[in-house]
């Protein structure tokens, strides 16, 4: 069992609105909803985030994601599920949530770069680095994962 820890929303509401603040951000930032929740997927399975990842698996349901792409989205890399630009991402993706592995390749950077704007390519940094941010409040806290 779960212990009860502290509800940032209710301990602390100005730092829980500078995160609601990001994702206003990342609302209006004109990301692809497909590429926002295979960002949020993805970083929330690296890090373990059990509440993030059935809440973006549910949200990738609701907008089209199939079962498949789902489930191998952690073995992207092996499957032609995912297209360029979709690869593109998930390589800078896990770059940044693992960022003390040796930080952002050149490589993967511009590959990111070579298919996005420069303010496309912004809006996966802040995406990359908001859910990262929710995935350690999330952990840290033990938010429970809604039973269905």
Known sequence: M????????QTTPAAFQAMLS?????????????????????????NGCAFCIDMHTKEARKIGFTEQRIYLLNAWKETDLYDEKEKAILAIIEEITLISNGGVSQKNYEAAAAHFSPEYLSAIIMMAVTINAWNRIAITTELPVQHD
């Open 22 to 46: 990001l994702e206003k951000f990342i609302a209006t930032s004109g990301l692809d909803p497909v590429h926002k929740e295979l960002i949020k997927i993805r970083a929330s399975q690296i």
């Open 2 to 9: 779960m212990s009860h820890r502290i509800n940032i929303q």
